[in-house]
C-alpha cells in the first residue's frame, strides 16, 4: 500500500479539494475546474447533501483519471456507503481503526484525522500511511512541530483546518515536513461564484508551486 500512497503523492498535486456543501447540479462544473488546474484528491464531505450521489455522479466521470472520494468518514457504515459509491479517496476526522483496515483492503487513497501522538500512533499501527492533522489551526505550527519529530519518516502528513492562501504560512508548513495540505472553506464554501472558485483554486497551486522551488 506504501507504494500507491507514495507514487500518487509525488506524481500529482498535494492538495485536496474539499467540497464542502456543494450541490450535486453544480458538483460536475467546479470539478472539471479543479482538473484543469491540476487539482487530483477531490472530497465530497458526506455531510453534504446527496453526497453519495454526487460522489457516483463525479466518479462515473473523472475517476478513471482523478481521485474523487467522501469525507467525514468517521464509521464502518459511512464508508461502505461510499464505497458503494465509487469512492477512492477517503478523508476521516477521527481514528477509527476498522475504517482504516477496510479502506486498505479495498485499496483507497486514505487520510485518517489526527490531532494528539496517540491517534497518530493508533492510526500508523492500523495501516495508516498518511495523516490529516486537524484542526491544523487549533494544532498550530508548534504542535505539529511537536508531533512530526517523533513519527517514522514514512508517514505522509497534510494539515486541514484553517489554510489559507498564505504563502508565508503554507512555506512554514512545507519547511516543517508537510507533504500537502486540505484545503477548506478558504477553497469552496455554498454559494461561491465559480469565477471566484476558480481564482482561489488556481492562487493555491501558484502558491504550493512557488513554495515547492523555493525548497
Request: hydrophobic share 45%; with cysteine.
Amino acid at each position: 500500500m506504501k507504494n500507491i500512497y507514495y507514487e500518487l503523492v509525488k506524481s500529482h498535486l498535494p492538495l485536496v479539494a474539499i467540497l464542502r456543501g456543494i450541490k450535486t447540479e453544480e458538483a460536475i462544473e467546479y470539478v472539471s475546474k479543479l482538473i484543469e488546474l491540476g487539482y487530483f484528491f477531490i472530497e465530497v464531505p458526506l455531510n453534504s447533501p446527496n453526497a453519495l450521489q454526487t460522489i457516483k455522479i463525479l466518479s462515473n466521470k473523472f475517476g478513471s483519471y482523478c481521485c474523487i472520494g467522501a469525507g467525514t468518514v468517521t464509521n464502518l457504515a459511512l464508508l461502505i456507503g461510499a464505497l458503494n459509491s465509487g469512492a477512492q479517496l477517503i478523508v476521516t476526522p477521527n481514528v477509527n481503526l476498522q475504517v482504516i483496515q477496510e479502506a486498505n483492503k479495498n485499496d483507497c487513497v486514505l487520510f485518517t484525522g489526527v490531532m494528539t501522538p496517540s491517534e497518530a500512533f493508533s492510526a500508523i499501527d492500523a495501516g495508516a500511511k498518511i495523516l490529516k492533522f486537524f484542526p491544523a489551526d487549533v494544532l498550530g505550527f508548534n504542535g505539529f512541530k511537536a508531533i512530526k519529530s517523533i513519527l517514522p519518516p514514512d508517514i505522509l502528513c497534510f494539515p486541514v483546518g484553517g489554510i489559507t492562501a498564505d504563502s508565508e504560512k503554507i512555506n512554514k508548513y512545507v519547511e516543517l515536513g508537510v507533504n500537502g495540505f486540505g484545503l477548506g472553506n478558504s477553497l469552496y464554501y455554498p454559494g461561491i461564484e465559480l469565477h471566484d472558485f476558480i481564482n482561489g483554486a488556481k492562487e493555491f497551486v501558484d502558491i504550493w508551486n512557488s513554495v515547492k522551488r523555493l525548497t
